[in-house]
């Protein structure tokens, strides 16, 4: 495999996102929700020659070892500049678990602009899912396996990537 293959690709995914409740009159800026779902369909990626084309992530592809592994900025709108929350190897901010639904995670909103921005989008609802960022050779059929269904629509299931650059609301 080349170098040139790595492709590093950003997948959304609807899922449920919140803030969570106050606890004795004390509003609670803990973010929760799901970055990564499994066995789903993300939202229409492109159109092929015949049909859409979405990804769909299988469970072997995120396990606690990739994220573990990886240095995962909790953002706004994929900017790297706009972080919430980190896990870099596994320790910081940013809290997550890998279940058989996909990766949930949790982090306390700072308190900067960017962390009430975050807040108030999600309590809102105006922002109520997420993507993820993720590196993977996606050329090579052990990693990405395409298929097409008789309307020509087209999925990329991805089974293995390399890491998780950032989740992001």
Known sequence: MSKEQVITRELPCVGSLHVREAVDGVESRTI??????????????????SGVVREVVLPEAITREVLDGSDIKMTLFHDRQLILARSNKGSGTLRYDVDGDGVTFEFEAPHTADGDKALELVRRGDIDGCSFAFTTYYFDPEWVRESVDG???????????LGVHDFTL
Do not use: H, K, L, Y
Request: glycine letters at 10%.
């Open 32 to 49: 929760t929700g799901r970055a990564i779902v499994f066995n789903q369909p993300s939202v229409v990626m492109g159109v092929s020659d």
């Open 151 to 161: 309307d020509g629509n087209v999925t990329m299931e991805v089974a293995r990537v």
